[in-house]
């Protein structure tokens, strides 16, 4: 049933890098300059590109705080994460690369944010 909800070519795959979630209806913190940022970090770190998750738009998802938060401070906002399986499930699975993956991530984006950053304009 999942699988008829997201957007043909934008299927998170386990074990194949971080996903980033998006959606037109501006459900998610997502934009096209915090896209920009963790794609070009996770490049600098060697990281597998970023995978792209989209629901369908005549299908509902959840809304996140990050669209709230980031409208109301300023601060750019991403939705993304680990793909994963059952998600808020009492046995949530996700693949062991992936959390390498996050964590190397994570990681790199403190070392890596201010060069991206200010790479453009």
């Known amino acids: 049933e999942l699988c008829s909800k997201h957007e043909k070519g934008h299927a998170p795959k386990m074990n194949d890098g971080m996903v980033i979630k998006r959606n037109q209806n501006q459900r998610y913190a997502t934009d096209s300059i915090t896209s920009f940022i963790m794609r070009e970090v996770a490049r600098r770190a060697k990281l597998p590109p970023l995978q792209d998750f989209a629901i369908r738009n005549d299908c509902?998802?959840?809304k996140t705080m990050g669209p709230i938060i980031s409208a109301a401070t300023g601060i750019r906002a991403i939705?993304?994460?680990?793909?994963?399986l059952s998600m808020h499930s009492i046995r949530e699975t996700?693949?062991?690369?992936?959390?390498?993956?996050?964590?190397?991530?994570f990681k790199a984006f403190f070392l890596h944010f201010r060069g991206v950053d200010s790479s453009f304009e």
């Not at 996700?94 to 991530?105: A, E, I, P, S």
């Open 60 to 62: 509902f998802c959840g």
């Open 94 to 105: 996700m693949g062991v690369r992936d959390f390498t993956h996050g964590l190397t991530l």
């Open 79 to 84: 939705d993304m994460g680990c793909p994963q």
